[in-house]
């Protein structure tokens, strides 16, 4: 039988000694307790046990049954007593037709179980009803009947998330809080507060009323208010000495091993974030907070009379510290008690807008919305909460303009933003006992979307598409593509693809100005994955092929990417080589065949690197055969670490029509794009802007190439020319706002297009903004760069060879067309080449001896 202790325990208790009637090892023999009762006995506590942080001991319990049963009690004053005790379950009585003859439930509610009497050395009593569910519940109780004037034995205890422990799965561990009151035996304690503290106590008499009832233990102490009744959540600063180290546990509950409570619980604990308060109104949006080596954030609750037991051994009174100063080795942070409404409004029309919002207090402790996380989940597919964490340290939410938050009184700390073309906010604001709001203003300074151009998400997982619409709103991303996919055995979003809807939509009910649409990301672990964004119709599948990580073990390739963006083009969708270029294969065929509209440059978390050079050389190689392949942004979020739209696309609309999902898309396939970490930009050549195509005689000439950048969240360092990869022309620019023309000669035919470069103060320099091109053709030299066409043939002749080695076979129908797909990829590409006089050595891609016979 288990001792259970959930925790130190409190001095302000002693447990009583407690002769009864049975021994815990005889209640499996007990006919007349229920044969469920009988069979848990092994799991109901005994020896020394604390349970909500006040001590007891189990020894000889008492069952009643039938007849009364006194007890002696050692000769004790106190204010309060603890009854440790539990119920056998009552059989519910049916009727002939099945029906319960009870109408109290199956917790029998308010049912007389027992009369407690305590008797005083004067000789005067007090009784005690004991119902059920409100004194005393059942040593199992069903879902939903719990009590309420009594506690389960072991007190509510925090869990850590699924991938920060092992004892709980994966649900279980993201709702990071359990009540801890639904064991195979639960002992429910009762707090009596006597009226009369002054007169000892010396025995207790118990007379049953119904049903089997067992006391197992009593403990007799003070408290200044109602021993189990914990007061609301509260934070401290914990410091640690010069050389300790954090420590949390790892058992799946405690969560510090430096800290522990007896009459409360230890929610959370983190290492404090340590903004620059002093400066924040002038440090810039999303910056990350220094982390603290010494001071952890303690997050509580507790009841009045609790003690911090620390691991040095010493204890600190939880009333103290209010009292305590800053520097000591446990203080108080002011507790978030203000209930204040945040509204961000829009300068002019006061309509409230959706925004990415942060808050902290003082101690730098996060301060959330009250239906936000207050601890975001960072970790890929374990939450799909309207929240962003900056690597894990600079919380955000989400809201659609307005929402209630509870503020510690003393100044918070404000950041909103909404996407690149609002200046972010920062801001310090004092909070008083009479602050209920907060209103800030957003003010549009770039006009970018006025000029036609529509932002775009093009690679978004696991939201669903109300939140996605939230999060592409908070993020000033008009479009996010919410791709539904399959992982292994996994499946996600699928339900939610129905092949017409767009979210957001005047035709859905929304306003138009934000949407979000459902494709697929189908994908092949060697072969690549392909986005195929909003096609018409049934979905195309399967969504994964050919294996893990992918697909299923044991799943044959039945499908080539060029072949899903085909099927894509010809239900009305456009198709993204997602995370460019990465799985490095046969999406490669894809772009050969013109299956594929646009390359992705992504994102995942990082703010500070930018658009990869190894992605835009990869680029580069099919814009130097002659391809015009759009450049797009698109995050790939998989988890609360990356922000929708962090790289995002921004693409021109035709001048003649409205913004819709349809126009976005027809400006996609015309590479009228640019993929931007922040930075806006204009571009064009001969006044043609990305995604043209300009003629020029034999003779080439000069042509005039005009630019116009500005930034309100990177500031901008640099602007270069990229012609046919080189880069021909740069140039400083204002971190602002800047533009310019450069006059360029052309002799050959080329592609141009435009490279931003930025950086915060405090970060390096990374390529921040990149435009798709400009193609000029000029008489007699078409744009063919051999030494890239040649490493493009070389991806597909890998691709052949793994479909005729390792590559699972789904039959040779399918191994015969997928090949046939490949070498005419292939021998494209090879013919152009030989077109041009340059011959190379290659795999003879239709001599593998497969295909002699």
Not at 565 to 580: E, I, L, Y
């Amino acid at each position: 039988m288990p001792t259970v202790v959930d925790g130190p325990s409190t001095s302000n208790f002693q447990p009583l000694r407690l002769n009864g009637n049975i021994r815990l090892a005889d209640i499996p023999k007990l006919r007349s307790l229920s044969k469920h009762m009988r069979g848990a006995a092994d799991h109901a506590p005994s020896g020394a046990c604390v349970g909500w942080g006040i001590p007891f001991r189990v020894g000889r319990p008492v069952l009643l049954r039938k007849d009364p049963v006194s007890v002696k009690l050692p000769k004790v004053r106190a204010h309060w007593l603890v009854f440790v005790h539990t119920s056998d379950a009552r059989e519910m009585k049916t009727d002939d037709s099945g029906f319960p003859q009870e109408k109290t439930g199956l917790g029998r509610l308010g049912e007389h179980a027992a009369d407690y009497v305590v008797i005083y050395a004067d000789g005067t009593e007090e009784v005690l009803p004991i119902r059920r569910r409100h004194e005393i519940g059942a040593f199992q109780r069903g879902w939903g009947e719990n009590c309420f004037g009594a506690v389960a034995n072991t007190k509510p205890r925090p869990i850590r998330a699924h991938h920060e422990q092992t004892m709980f799965s994966w649900g279980r561990g993201e709702t990071r809080a359990e009540a801890a009151d639904a064991s195979t035996w639960v002992n429910w304690l009762f707090a009596w507060e006597n009226p009369h503290p002054r007169k000892a106590m010396v025995g207790l008499r118990l007379e049953p009323k119904s049903g089997a009832v067992i006391l197992s233990a009593v403990s007799a102490g003070k408290a200044s208010s109602h021993p189990l009744r914990w007061q609301r959540r509260e934070k401290a600063l914990l410091r640690l000495s010069r050389g300790e180290a954090f420590e949390p546990d790892l058992d799946g509950m405690g969560l510090l091993a430096q800290i522990k409570l007896d009459m409360g619980q230890v929610i959370s604990a983190a290492k404090r974030p340590v903004y620059p308060n002093a400066a924040w109104e002038g440090s810039y949006n999303n910056k990350l907070p220094e982390v603290s080596g010494r001071d952890i954030l303690v997050e509580y609750t507790a009841h009045p009379d609790a003690c911090f037991h620390l691991a040095s051994g010493k204890k600190v009174a939880a009333a103290s510290l209010a009292r305590r100063g800053a520097r000591r080795k446990l203080a108080r942070v002011v507790p978030a008690t203000q209930r204040v409404a945040i509204r961000v409004v829009e300068k002019g029309t006061k309509k409230p807008v959706a925004v990415k919002l942060h808050l902290h207090g003082e101690a730098g402790e996060y301060l959330a919305p009250i239906d936000r996380h207050r601890i975001p989940n960072p970790t890929w597919f374990e939450d799909y909460s309207v929240d962003w964490t900056h690597q894990g340290i600079h919380h955000c939410t989400y809201i659609p303009g307005e929402t209630s938050i509870d503020l510690p009184l003393g100044k918070v700390y404000l950041e909103v933003s909404k996407g690149f073309e609002i200046t972010p906010v920062r801001k310090v604001f004092p909070v008083t006992p009479k602050t209920d709001e907060i209103v800030l203003e957003l003010d549009k300074v770039l006009p970018w979307r006025e000029r036609g151009w529509v932002s775009a998400d093009t690679h978004v997982h696991f939201l669903s598409p109300a939140s996605a619409l939230l999060e592409g709103a908070g993020e000033g991303v008009n479009i996010v593509n919410l791709l539904a996919s399959q992982w292994g055995e996994l499946m996600t979003n699928v339900g939610d693809f129905d092949g017409r809807t767009t979210w957001g939509s005047r035709e859905a009910g929304g306003d138009g100005e934000y949407l979000v649409r459902v494709g697929t990301e189908n994908r092949q672990h060697v072969l690549g994955h392909i986005s195929l964004l909003g096609y018409e119709g049934g979905l195309i599948g399967p969504m994964t092929t050919g294996g893990p990580d992918e697909s299923a073990i044991g799943d044959p390739i039945e499908c080539l990417m060029t072949e899903w963006a085909q099927r894509c083009k010809r239900q009305n969708g456009v198709v993204v080589v997602p995370h460019f270029p990465n799985p490095r294969a046969e999406t490669a065929a894809a772009l050969v065949t013109g299956a594929a509209d646009a390359a992705e440059m992504t994102a995942w978390d990082d703010l500070y690197t930018g658009i990869s050079p190894y992605s835009l050389v990869d680029w580069y190689r099919y814009l130097s055969s002659g391809y015009m392949v759009a450049a797009v942004g698109g995050t790939d979020k998989m988890s609360a670490r990356t922000a929708v739209g962090t790289i995002r696309t921004y693409a021109l609309l035709d001048a003649d029509r409205e913004f819709t999902y349809e126009g976005w898309k027809e400006a996609i396939r015309k590479a009228r794009t640019f993929a931007t970490y922040g930075p806006l930009l204009e571009f064009s050549v001969e006044g043609a802007g990305p995604g043209s195509r300009i003629d020029m005689d034999r003779t080439g000439g000069t042509v005039d190439v005009a630019w116009h950048v500005a930034s309100v969240t990177v500031p901008m360092s640099r602007v270069e020319l990229i012609v046919n990869g080189e880069v021909r022309e740069s140039q400083k620019v204002r971190p602002q706002e800047d533009e310019g023309h450069w006059s360029v000669r052309l002799d050959r035919s080329s592609w141009l297009a435009l490279l931003v470069r930025g950086h915060q103060t405090d970060k390096p320099e990374m390529i921040a903004a990149h435009s798709s091109p400009v193609m000029v053709e000029v008489e007699g030299t078409p744009i063919l760069a051999a030494a890239d066409a040649v490493t493009i043939l070389e991806q597909i002749e890998g691709a052949l060879a793994y479909l005729d080695t390792v590559g699972t076979r789904a039959d040779d129908a399918a191994h015969k067309r997928m090949r046939l797909l490949l070498t005419s990829a292939h021998r494209d590409l090879h013919n152009r080449l030989h077109q041009q006089g340059n011959y190379h050595r290659h795999t003879p891609v239709e001599d593998h001896p497969e295909h002699h016979s």
